[in-house]
Structures are given as C-alpha cells and as structure tokens.
C-alpha cells in the first residue's frame, strides 16, 4: 500500500499563488508518477498535471499550462504543485495520486480545498 499526505491548499485572491504537496510513503516504485487532479463542486475529478519520478517527464491539462507547474522531491519523495496566476475557474479540492504512466490514478491522497476568490 502507498499513503499519500496532501498540504498547502487554502484561501486565494485570483492572480495570487499556492503551492501544493503530497508526500508519499509506503510500497512506492521509482517508476511511479504523481498526478494531480481537481474536482470542483458538480463536476467529475480533471486531470492537472503528472509527473514521473524516474526522469522528471511532466504533462499538463491545457487549462493550466503556462500557470502551474509540477516538480518532484526524490529526497523526500514528494511532488508539488506551483500554482500561480490562479483564477476563480481553479477552485477546486485538489487529490494527488500515484500509480504507473501518465494519468497515475492507483493510490490517492485525501484532497486539499483550493478556493480562489474574485
């Protein structure tokens, strides 16, 4: 099993940043990859962004690139989320997962509530 811990989400005026983390633990693989996914209230969970641990290969959800970028902490074996320029549209509760591929979807973390005010 793999235990995921999510941080950083919060209260935002639209133009500012957060930066979100998910630390991983547990039966990981080096070749895993962290996603991140956003669910905004009345819509289905959206891929963001993913990452793979092994070599840094990152994609991003159109919505968000240029904006958001993700990065992974081999060290501490954990990913963030930079997220700037944020607009009212990313509100959201933010998961991460892992797993294998581009779109890890295995494991998943508990959500952390990004909410970006007008």
């Known amino acids: 099993q793999v235990q995921l811990v999510e941080s950083g989400g919060g209260l935002v005026q639209a133009g500012g940043s957060l930066r979100l983390s998910c630390a991983a633990s547990?039966?990981?693989?080096?070749?895993?990859?962290t996603g991140w996914f956003q669910e905004a209230p009345g819509n289905e969970r959206e891929f963001v962004a993913a990452?793979?641990?092994?070599?840094?290969?990152?994609n991003y959800a159109d919505s968000v690139k240029g904006r958001f970028t993700i990065s992974w902490d081999n060290a501490k074996n954990t990913a963030y989320l930079q997220m700037n320029n944020l607009k009212p549209e990313d509100t959201a509760v933010y998961y991460c997962?892992?797993?294998?591929?581009?779109?890890?979807?295995?494991?998943w973390g508990q959500g952390t509530l990004v909410n970006v005010s007008s």
């Open positions: 997962a892992v797993g294998h591929g581009s779109y890890p979807t295995a494991f």
């Open positions: 990452i793979r641990w092994s070599d840094g290969t990152t």
């Open positions: 547990g039966r990981t693989f080096s070749s895993f990859s």
